[in-house]
């Protein structure tokens, strides 16, 4: 059996298992304030050429997303993201949970256009009865995107002109960040996600890590007290260490990046797999998730051999299914599915 | 310098890092439907000789604590704890955050005291005006306490039967209870807390764990889609493996009750050193944090080489400070210290 | 100046002002334990055909959505709604703001179509991964709707079995229900909506009370300890009177009905004028509310003279207004627009 | 029967009815922009002697504290309140439900005393641990107390001087701030209250109205959209006139002060016949909440004919009761007391 099934079903990049191994004894200051979680924000400032900004580490997802968006948002406001946005969807209400509303536009491709946000925003403003709404107080947008496609720079840069215009700030939820930066199909560098968004994270769980993702406000614009707020939602690690060993080893001599590229060069590989055995693509994903549409008895005979994701019914006889390589994607796996095929 | 700071400076339990290598390269399902996850549970089902009992893991304390209350109590509903409980004081608000508020009762040494919470609870429903205030929903206890202390068996038997008096559950907070069931002045297993409470947790961060707490629902009351909350309160894991291997290391031969005895062991080799020296007990524990009154002058200095923790201070030239042992306190430290009082 | 502008510019129905003075000398209960708030709820239910009705009176139409939408969901359940509605766009986040996502289907004419509803109940339900999603746990539609428009008996019929195989409660938004059971074109009584709803209420402050909703509870189905919870928004009346009063006098006689008629009399009256004016219409609505595309220049003229509410931008030259009518419109205000149009 | 059971179980004070009826055919402005509300902000500004203050209505008392304190605290803090606050015991955690936990500080006949409150906020941040606990972000005074007594001047200056150097607001409950104003042992006038409260409310329903509060916001820190988040609390009036005319026609012609004031004299009047007839008060209260301890049997006696408040249990034979004057109590009933005691 071989598996393309998720990005995470595999254990951790081993150089981080030996991390653990060789500071095991080390008795560490708690709370994040050890020297691993302390490196570790020196190194991601660094890899974002951004001396101001501020690093905190965070254990998931949709804890990060809850957090960041239900911190800097005021009572008054929502989030803005596309519908087909993480957010919008697949975490079980967090985000209202938190007493705030998510606010969709439409999207291409899961990507937000800026001439819709800027309409979207426009409109509201312009509606005499506004202040009986909920006001859009922060954007939110994915790269990759939920789809495995990425904003150009000139995209990113059309957006937080937008999001300046109207003094509300661009989040970017970096689940698979690395994917995206080592795509073959981008122009997007880590310093120029750091200068157009207000907040980002840089996703760990996905790429590399047990856990944890690296949340970077980039515009001195750390909610007050985040830590105490942190706590407040229950997210604060007694052993800091766990997310900081971690990231300091990722971010050392370019491991994100590396294994980032492995992955993306599988996905290539993979492609050419899918195209050479006539497949259909259901989008054209630049990184490391593929969406394919299969014939439902082959997808049937497939999975006695592959793991795959289902991801929506295409017609009566078709299924997207996902393909998603990751850093522990072996090349014989790939062959292996050539065979298959 | 030797460090009694806490119990969690430490990383984890070697066994633990050990299993996290062998287990690395399997490709295993995620958010907790992994087979370590399964077999911890199982483990721990049968340690708490409570067949129906259901488990889940979560990430840390205070947001064990979060979930659990929020999601057993009604909207109309508050949570009792001693004041000097830690959802009381030194959670950041993490249980009003979700709604509820926190009741608070008298307390001995950190115990609530069953006539206490029966008075109370009598007040309550015999006030006319009492739909005009929110309704006692859950007791909660912790155990070992925040001074140490330990319930006895009948003091659990006593609290329960207030508690099934009034229909509402008895939540044991157990971050720290493998130090709590290798005390040697307890009369309490597992399997009595498993009788008692109607939910409690198995503390790991603190008891060897890089992070975890096992959740055990004991008597089929477990909230309903409580996954999909947890997800909700952003402590879902995508890699469940990473509690599900720790927490199945530590259930497989005894190992967590065999680090928490050595702890107990510790502790009281630190007593007698202590008893020896002539320090004053603050209070008297029986578990593996020890609360000592030192004069001021004399703390300065052993802080030069022995890490203690601050806990309040007691008058004018005397401070309380906290000793605390671990799984991983070695007897040379002890040594140490004696030469160092 | 005439207006037209909205059915609560005006101050209460006479009625009510001579009741509050009839009464005003009595020494009450308070929190709604009054004789005239006991006696509007048996008016109520008299009314509705169901005994078993369960009554309580609210201040406004946000604070009773918010209210019954909180307490009826559970904490991991959503509420379905049309994506015009009230709740979904023009209450400032108030439903999320009490944690949970409002959930949006298409709509036609401000109404839910039942095989809408059923597809998405059963989409989510046959999505392997709903478990990560908010669940459906109600469905709001409101009667009349923000366009105007009602829903048939059959309609409501259809709807409410759809809720019922899924087994959430079918609620009803009536801020306006007089204008809608007073229609000319509907065959839906009180009693029909007592009979497919789980939950309604019936508005008082756009029908001819100063404030006040009065919410029907149908299936035995009370939110346990709700007036607890009231309070616990901040929505209990400590003199209940106020409301209890209103609608004791609005169900006195058919005070509630006949007000209502009036209104829609003067719509009917209000469209003849429209129509031979040759005004067009943006929606065909039954009630008491009138949408009609107005070109900009007459707009902007009529305005000197008559108050209408802004609805939205048609085209560039073009505008949609909303005419309303109420209890307190009078025949000659329709013979002046006659005249002015 | 006679009653002095409370001051809210009367009407309306008659002036405002007569009000309600002479403009009621008026088309007014709705959500608070009416003619009536905005002289009667102008109104009470001028009677604080305040120019920049703001003022905004409410329903109630639960409704006002409830959005007061949680607009004004940033989601880290909480407020700190006597624990005899109405906040702390009577909301039915309606605090709670807005996310934020009420501290609570010792009392003296329900008053926090400055050097309490200073030595509280001290051991607050000299607590090297406060990061991890929930900041005391605002005071809460209720002026009358929950026990009818009054802040001096002295203590008023004393405690904002400590609010200002934490940097915290100081909010006055002022339910029954007329009774207080006009009380004959005070020295704090309306102006002192606006000048040393950050903001405070002036009680309405207590004090001769129906329904309705009035918040004032004396520093020009009115929360940003308080509005909008007055609407998300589901508290936005859509006929603001019900409150509007109400506080236009107290605060014309000094009607809140000699109604209030009418009030304190019977309570005055009250006392002497309590103690001519040998009565034990339970405190002294120099406003018109008169708390007196009852033999059980004289009390069960009374009872046959007058209406009193049990307040609670003093010992196994005597009740606490409470007798309350408001501007509707007449000389007659105090004499009817007389006979009876």
New interface residues.
């Given amino acids: 059996m071989i598996?393309f099934?998720?990005d995470?079903?595999?254990?951790?990049h081993?150089a981080i298992?030996n991390r653990?191994?060789e500071?095991?004894?080390?008795?560490?200051?708690?709370?994040g304030n050890d020297i691993y979680s302390e490196r570790a924000k020196e190194k991601i400032k660094a890899a974002c050429k951004c001396p101001q900004a501020d690093v905190h580490f965070l254990?998931?997802?949709?804890?990060?997303?809850?957090?960041v968006i239900?911190?800097m948002l005021?009572?008054?406001e929502?989030v803005v993201a596309a519908n087909t946005g993480h957010i919008s969807?697949?975490?079980?209400?967090?985000i209202?949970?938190?007493?705030?509303?998510?606010l969709t536009v439409g999207q291409e491709q899961g990507k937000i256009k800026h001439h819709e946000l800027e309409k979207y925003l426009d409109n509201f403003y312009s509606d005499?009865?506004h202040?009986?709404?909920?006001?859009p107080g922060m954007v939110y947008i994915s790269h990759p995107t939920e789809y495995g496609t990425l904003y150009s720079k000139a995209e990113l840069e059309n957006l937080s002109a937008v999001c300046n215009k109207y003094e509300i700030p661009l989040y970017m939820d970096g689940a698979r960040l690395g994917y995206g930066l080592m795509s073959h199909d981008t122009d997007v560098t880590l310093a120029d996600i750091a200068k157009y968004c207000d907040v980002f994270y840089i996703g760990g769980?996905?790429v590399g890590a047990?856990?944890g993702e690296a949340v970077v406000f980039t515009k001195n614009n750390t909610p007050?007290?985040f830590?105490?707020?942190i706590?407040?939602?229950?997210?604060?690690?007694?052993?800091g260490?766990?997310i900081g060993v971690q990231f300091d080893t990722l971010f050392t001599d370019d491991l994100y990046f590396d294994i980032s590229r492995h992955a993306i060069d599988m996905a290539e590989e993979l492609k050419k797999v899918l195209v050479e055995k006539g497949c259909r693509f259901f989008i054209d994903s630049p990184t490391n998730q593929q969406f394919v549409i299969l014939e439902d008895e082959k997808l049937d005979k497939l999975r006695e051999e592959v793991?795959v994701s289902?991801w929506e019914k295409y017609d009566e006889n078709h299924t997207v299914v996902r393909f998603a390589t990751s850093w522990s994607t072996r090349i014989e796996d790939i062959e292996k599915l050539r065979e298959l095929l």
Avoid: W
């Avoid at 254990?59 to 809850?66: A, D, M």
């Fill in positions: 598996s099934e998720s995470y079903t595999n254990g951790a081993p298992l653990f191994l500071t095991n004894d080390e008795l560490l200051s708690t709370y254990t998931g997802g949709t804890q990060t997303n809850s957090i239900s911190t005021a009572d008054y929502a969807a697949h975490e079980a209400g967090a209202e949970y938190t007493g705030h509303k998510v005499e009865n202040e009986h709404m909920v006001f769980t996905k047990l856990c007050k007290h830590m105490t707020m706590k407040q939602h229950g997210a604060l690690l007694a052993k260490r766990l793991k289902f």
